[in-house]
């Protein structure tokens, strides 16, 4: 979370502050039956305008990587 907030810049308004959060969630199925939260994300906001990101961090520790890299490749040019 660290990286995303030290070179976080606003889609929206360009602003270089946020606050991130992560959140957990449950699923469909059993894990819904049983409140099994294994679906965690992070949300970004913008301290500025207040516009939210949501980002896998899976993708981000490069668990779960597609043909154009991470997440923070795409957005930080890595």
Known sequence: MDIIENKFKCSKCKHEECRAKEVAMS?????K???IEHNHYLFVSCLNCGFVEVYDPDVLNGHKT???GTVLDILFGG
């Open 33 to 35: 039956l049983f409140d």
């Open 27 to 31: 699923g469909t199925g059993l894990s």
């Open 66 to 68: 597609g043909q154009l």
